[in-house]
């Protein structure tokens, strides 16, 4: 049953939201943890929501840089909800992304081919995911589904 009225939506909206967060409550907890196979439930808590990248940014990212500028996790003074979000996820994606164009050029050199740096780079496989998912969802369910 799809949402039709505003009410619906808003409580398809609050009811995703709220089960979002739990996965990312419970997530957060298993990419804490040694096993790679809490790590990869933790992430895949995160790819549900096309946040797949929370598990690089988060330790190699925000653990180091907690509470200072560099750290786009840690909201600033006076800052607002809707600059924080934004701020946040943008800049986790771009800190994740140059993490790993520094891996991939420590690892083949700084004049890596474009395909190397494409094929090994985790953000363009999760980009692959998140596309393969919303790719699924429209194939099986079709935009109306897609689209919530």
């Not at 600059?83 to 164009?101: D, Q």
Request: aromatic residues 16%; proline residues 2%; positive net charge.
């Amino acid at each position: 049953m799809k949402p039709e009225t505003n009410v619906d939506y808003f409580l398809f909206c609050l009811q995703w939201g709220y089960f979002c967060g739990l996965n990312a409550i419970g997530g957060h907890e298993l990419l804490h943890k040694r096993e790679t196979v809490n790590k990869l439930a933790g992430t895949w808590a995160y790819t549900k929501f096309m946040y797949s990248h929370f598990l690089d940014e988060h330790l190699q990212g925000h653990h180091k840089a907690v509470s200072t500028l560099e750290d786009p996790a840690t909201a600033r003074r006076n800052e607002s909800l809707y600059a924080f979000i934004p701020r946040s996820v943008i800049g986790g994606h771009i800190n994740t992304w140059n993490r790993e164009v520094k891996r991939i050029k420590k690892e083949f050199g700084d004049d890596v081919a474009l395909t190397i740096m494409l094929f090994n780079n985790k953000m363009v496989t999760y980009f692959i995911i998140h596309a393969s998912i919303c790719g699924s969802i429209f194939f099986f369910l079709g935009w109306s589904s897609l689209k919530y």
